[in-house]
């Protein structure tokens, strides 16, 4: 029941939200304004029936003989619901007409208008051409400088990535420098080595025949 109460009162707050936007557009001669008073009255409109969907899923839950009642209020409800979008299409339709009445007068004004008024008209016309093309100009210019500085910044990230590529390709060649050299230096530890051992063999020939050498004159 306390959903049923919330959802009936929540329509009546916004049929009175309705009626007071209705009395502001009645008033109202901005074009913009008119629009926004329109787009408010049908956001309102879309909450009610919202509202009035959620009320009836909650009488459906009562019991059939309390639901009558409930319904006949939700249905009075609907009735001024549909009395104020008779109104609202109303004056929905006088202001377009007005409005287009009042485009058709300017239309013919402008075609009396007198040489002077030509003239000033002219003017202004001229003077907002030229405030036009100036501000293009103006554009066009700030583009170019935009794309100067961006092609500059380009041409400076190529020069450094230039020298990050040629610091990479001393490196390697310092590398390959470098590798060349500790397998030259390995060539020349293993050939002194070789001379080392053979040197060695050398001595311990030597030592094995002066002692082959001193063995028989010991033995006379």
């Known amino acids: 029941m306390n959903e049923i109460f919330y959802y009936s ?6 049929l009175e939200d309705y009626r007071k936007l209705l009395n502001d ?36 839950n009562l019991p059939e003989k309390d639901q009558n009642n409930h319904i006949l209020k939700i249905k009075g409800k609907m009735s001024i619901l549909e009395n104020l979008n ?15 009445e009042e485009k058709k007068r300017k239309i ?15 003017d202004i016309i001229q003077d907002h051409t030229k405030e036009s093309i ?8 700030e583009s170019e400088q935009m794309t100067k500085e961006a092609a500059n910044k380009l041409n400076i990230q190529n020069e450094k990535l230039q020298e990050v590529t040629d ?19 390995a060539k020349e530890a293993i050939t002194d080595r070789f001379v ?17 050498i001193a063995i028989p004159k010991k033995k006379k």
């Open 9 to 14: 009162e929540e329509i009546d707050n916004l």
């Open 25 to 60: 557009l009645k008033n109202e001669s901005c074009e913009e304004k008119t629009n926004k008073y329109y787009n408010d009255i049908n956001f309102i409109s879309e909450r009610i029936k919202t509202a009035k969907d959620a009320y009836f899923i909650e009488v459906r």
């Open 134 to 141: 100036y501000r293009m100009k103006k554009m066009v210019d």
């Open 108 to 122: 013919v004004k402008e075609k009396y208008l007198t040489p002077k008024e030509i003239e000033v008209r002219g």
């Open 86 to 100: 008779l109104e609202f299409d109303f004056i929905k339709s006088k202001l377009i007409y007005e409005k287009n």
């Open 196 to 212: 080392r051992l053979l040197a060695l063999l050398i001595f311990i020939v030597l030592i094995i025949l002066i002692a082959l």
């Open 167 to 185: 610091n990479i390709d001393d490196v390697e060649k310092n590398i390959t420098n470098a590798k060349q050299t500790l397998r030259e230096i």
